[in-house]
């Protein structure tokens, strides 16, 4: 069973997809989100979560005082699991999109993102999502991506500043802070 940790909506049940996800434990998020709130990023922020699954980071998020939330998957199974997450729970500010992470689109801009892509995600795939998200991120943004603690850490592109990174069992979170090099664009 997942669940919301804390927040507002601490302890709603979520659904999800029978197969190809993973979601991220209670454990790391509670962890994770400890982290995210003593930075301040939580409150207030609009979040995106791309490879969303069931939700459980998004709606994290929401619970704990996020403006709006974005939960973009490509499944469909996954898609269905979301809306009904949202519908449930009558969350409000939650857009559910169906689209490829390197290829979604939308109209609104970000100030936090979790990437929780699939573990053998390859790393060009990985530099190819983030290279479409800046699109979309505010200066200064929070990107937040979870991999396997074996997957070896990711070239990340120049947009992006590693801040941090914690291991939790076998789960590696690394912290990016996004911000779009003055008088260049990335492909």
Known sequence: MTRIVAGAFGGRRLDVPAAGTRPTSERVREALFSRLESWDEVDGARVLDLFAGSGALGLEALSRGS????????????????????????????????????????????????????????????????????RFLEDDALVVVELSARTPEPQWPVAYRRESSRKWGETMVWFLTFSMPTGSVEA
């Open 67 to 134: 403006a709006s939330v974005t939960l973009v998957d490509n499944s469909a199974a996954a898609v269905k699991a979301l809306r009904s997450n949202v519908n449930k729970n009558g969350f409000s500010n939650v857009q559910v999109v169906r689209a490829d992470a390197a290829k979604f689109e939308t109209v609104h801009s970000f100030t936090l993102a979790f990437l929780d892509p699939p573990y053998n995600i390859d790393a060009g795939q990985l530099r190819n999502v983030l290279a479409h998200l800046q």
